[in-house]
């Protein structure tokens, strides 16, 4: 026997694939054209062309828009393609494209499918918003901020819409999370049966309606009976589809919607979309008992009044969404600072289960219906712990072991108000747990907190049996729409009060505050001994930058004294004295952590001896402290102060006095007077000393201040001023390698070289003297110098130099930035630290040789040489 052919499937998806959008006809009260929007030629056109544009579709079909419209009117399109998209239509009212005089046209222009879609329809000017559009605006949005709740707010929109627009009925149909409707707010005619709190099947609007209701935000259907007009030709000529009508404002509507109505008793309908984040929200859907042929003008606005209700809608549940995550925010924080007091967080948690129960509302509706309150159930490491209403231990335990198997690592949060459909044993207990909120709160789905929300019995009314929205009817495989729209009650079960976003979005957050508790515990003793490392590291690494950049000065010191000194004796006794000074000094800092040192405390160290023996010391000035670099530069200077009045001055006779004042200037700099009286007579020294160097060259150099000695006789003068800058407020061809470079002895009195450049960068006074020294002996020309980072920055980039020393670390800050621009410019350079060079040298510059500090005269010229041959 042959076989049969199988008898075609028929289901819901049919309707879903309807193609709304090329349905090939329009309604046949309006006028299509589709133009080349290039050379603006008629490719195909839709109905009533004569009456509407004076000339039939024969005369029109492949023929220059320009036969149709006026120059003025052809320009005014032509502008429109050139300065916008028009993804959707740009309405045009009459008389802008009125084509048979004294015949009131509006229009509508739009591009689709690479077509330009003109659209005509009858002006309705007898409609009294065409005279004060303006009034009919304000009308539609009086009232717009003053309902206090989501309910009011929709049921003032219905009935703004009912009023002003004048349909039958008008209803908010609001969008479920399983897509079926429900009718959210009303506003009617007094004879209609009421529609308010039905819910209606998805398949009534089937998903390529609802994708065309997020983009085509208005729809209107004049009449439910009428006869499509075709599009010709059917195929577009350039493209050889269908033209894309989804934009279209004549767009034919489906049969099966039309017969949809017709069973509801509609004869003419209108939707507005509700968009809310992107997504349809809802539709504010408008009925008529009769043909209702809505003007142009009315449209608009009710475009414009479904775009501010959606954004005031939007607003309205972000503010409200926004309270409610502040509230939950609130509750976390005080469960967390419990928590914090906890060693083990386990324990933690189970003596926060009130807490918790609150914090996510486990009885939703039912605890307004005056129901059980629901309850909660924490399971950390294999031990539970319930409280309220909930399943047993047992039921719990297997409970999680499926949520362990079933959840991905990284999914942490679960939520259902239908638990026995997912997870059928759940069944067993639907009256206590048919919701579930579940959270894992360690980084495997093993450890959870649950809330459980009872069973609701709801009872929802349906607009006709929801099981038959749909009816095999006489177009053959076609389905019918249902006939019955009588109210089908339902009792739901096995279901309980929906999670709403504000209950996930705060069982995210608690999941994420409890993963960190447990993460921080976890690493913390790693973090801490990273930590400890990290610090003993920069301890090591600071402490070796501080002993060699010391053993820098006093070396210096060494070989600065022993010029200065006329014999061993002087030399060692001058060494000494200077030595100690920086030994006071250091001891100061320490005492301080190395932040600061007051003038006063420094000035007392150094003259303390001289209190009790010989003269009269005076010390008047504020409280102020310097930083540490500062501080040993003063130390020293003072130092060379106290000696040489000690020798010579007010401090060697009994008579003698000493005052030293400071005092801030309005700048922020500290301005310090020493001024001796009342000693032997002072004359004015024949040549200047090492020590006048330290006090007048070095202080300024180290400070970035100045300081000046002069020798009136009756007692020397100091004066020095020390910038803001350096007080503590309270409130060419390298080397091959970039090894530590230790060698011996250069031999300095090698023949002259042409005399070179060299930009010298240290911060150090008594170290640059020693630079500046050896740079001299070879016979070539120091450059700068600087001591302060945008000095050495400012002369690289402008000085002409042929190398360069850079200190690495300038009182705090890298020399990198003037380091990099003498590599940019091919200047070669040495860098000279007190840094581990193989910690501290950035790659870039790991080819440059580095000279360890301390260092001898001999290094430096030797490291200048071989950057210079």
Not at 436 to 445: C, G, H
Not at 792 to 817: C, H, K, P, Q, Y
């Amino acid at each position: 026997m042959p076989n049969n052919p199988a008898p075609a499937t028929v289901d819901l998806t049919n309707c879903d694939r309807e193609p709304i959008h090329i349905p090939g006809r329009i309604l046949p009260h309006g006028v299509l054209l589709v133009v080349d929007p290039e050379r603006l030629v008629i490719e195909q056109l839709a109905g009533d062309t004569e009456r509407l544009l004076g000339k039939p579709a024969a005369d029109l079909l492949g023929q220059p828009l320009a036969g149709v419209v006026s120059d003025e009117q052809l320009g005014r399109i032509a502008d429109l393609v050139r300065a916008s998209s028009l993804q959707r239509p740009r309405h045009l009212l009459d008389p802008v494209l009125r084509i048979v005089a004294g015949h009131p046209t509006d229009a509508s222009i739009h591009l689709s499918d690479g077509a330009l879609l003109i659209e005509f329809e009858d002006a309705d000017l007898a409609n009294r918003h065409v005279v004060d559009p303006l009034a009919c605006v304000q009308e539609m949005f009086d009232g717009l901020g003053d309902a206090p709740d989501l309910h009011e707010y929709c049921q003032w929109a219905a009935e703004r819409v009912r009023t002003v627009i004048g349909y039958d009925r008008v209803m908010v149909y609001r969008f479920m999370p399983d897509e079926s409707g429900w009718v959210f707010a009303e506003a009617r005619h007094d004879d209609l049966t009421p529609f308010l709190d039905l819910h209606y099947p998805a398949s009534d609007i089937p998903k390529q309606a609802r994708a065309l209701y997020l983009t085509s935000t208005l729809r209107l259907i004049t009449e439910v009976d009428y006869e499509p007009a075709p599009v010709l030709p059917v195929l577009n000529p350039r493209s050889g589809r269908p033209i894309d009508l989804g934009q279209a404002v004549l767009r034919d509507v489906s049969p099966i919607h039309r017969e949809y109505l017709r069973n509801m008793g509609v004869n003419a309908s209108m939707s507005i979309s509700i968009v809310h984040e992107g997504k349809l929200w809802g539709l504010i859907a408008c009925h008529h008992r009769t043909p209702r042929r809505l003007p142009r003008h009315l449209r608009a606005v009710c475009e414009l009044f479904g775009s501010i209700f959606s954004l005031q809608l939007e607003a309205r549940l972000r503010a409200a969404g926004l309270a409610k995550r502040l509230e939950s925010r609130a509750a976390l924080n005080t469960i967390l600072h419990a928590l914090a007091d906890e060693d083990d967080y386990a324990i933690g948690l189970v003596a926060q289960r009130e807490a918790l129960l609150g914090y996510v509302a486990a009885g939703g509706l039912a605890l307004r219906l005056g129901q059980s309150k629901g309850g909660i159930a924490i399971r950390v490491n294999d031990g539970i712990s319930v409280l309220g209403t909930t399943p047993s231990d047992d039921q719990i335990a297997a409970l999680t072991d499926w949520l362990t198997a079933t959840m991905q690592p990284f999914e942490g949060v679960f939520t259902t108000d239908r638990l026995a459909e997912v997870y059928p044993p759940a069944a067993a207990y639907s009256g206590l747990g048919s919701g579930l909120l579940a959270i894992s709160v360690s980084r495997e789905p093993h450890d959870f907190i649950l809330w459980f929300r009872p069973e609701v019995l709801e009872t929802v009314r349906w607009g006709g049996d929801p099981n038959k929205p749909v009816e095999q009817g006489p177009n053959g495989d076609r389905l019918t729409p249902r006939k019955s729209f009588e109210v089908w009650t339902e009792t739901v079960r096995q279901q309980s009060a929906p999670w709403s976003n504000s209950d996930q979005d705060a069982a995210f957050d608690l999941r994420v505050s409890l993963l960190e508790i447990v993460l921080r515990r976890i690493d913390a003793a790693a973090r801490e001994r990273l930590r400890a490392w990290e610090h003993e590291q920069l301890l090591m690494a600071e402490l070796d930058h501080r002993v060699k950049n010391t053993l820098a000065n006093i070396q210096a010191l060494v070989a600065q004294t022993s010029r200065s000194a006329n014999s061993l004796a002087d030399f060692t006794a001058g060494l000494d004295r200077r030595i100690r000074s920086m030994s006071r000094a250091h001891s100061l800092l320490t005492k301080s952590r190395w932040e600061s040192v007051s003038i006063e405390s420094l000035l007392q160290e150094e003259l303390d001896a001289y209190r009790m023996q010989q003269g009269e010391i005076t010390l008047v000035g504020p409280n102020v402290s310097l930083t540490p670099k500062a501080a040993l530069a003063l130390s020293l200077a003072v130092h060379e102060l106290v000696t040489n009045a000690a020798k010579y001055g007010a401090l060697s006779i009994a008579t003698g006095k000493l005052e030293v004042l400071w005092q801030m200037a309005p700048d922020g700099a500290l301005h310090l007077v020493w001024r001796e009286s009342e000693g032997p007579v002072v004359t004015e020294p024949e040549r200047r000393g090492f020590g006048s160097t330290l006090i007048e060259r070095a202080l300024a150099m180290e400070t970035g201040g100045t300081s000046a000695l002069s020798f009136p006789s009756t007692g020397v003068i100091c004066t020095i001023m020390v910038p803001a800058s350096a007080l503590h407020l309270t409130s060419g061809p390298a080397a091959e390698t970039s090894a530590t470079v230790h060698p011996e002895a250069a031999d300095i009195t090698a023949p002259p070289r042409p005399t070179q450049r060299i930009l010298v960068v240290e911060d150090s006074a008594l170290v640059l003297m020693e630079i500046e020294d050896a740079i001299a002996d070879i016979g070539w020309q120091m450059v700068g110098p600087a001591m302060r980072l945008d000095e050495a920055v400012a002369l690289v980039r402008t000085e002409a130099i042929d190398a360069a020393l850079f200190d690495v670390n300038l009182d705090g800050e890298m020399s990198w930035e003037a380091a990099a621009i003498a590599q940019d410019r091919g200047i070669p350079f040495v860098f000279t630290t007190g840094y581990d060079s193989n910690s501290m040298i950035p790659e870039q510059f790991a080819d440059h040789l580095i000279v360890a500090k301390p260092f001898k005269r001999g290094e430096i010229v030797r490291a200048l040489r071989a950057m210079l041959p």
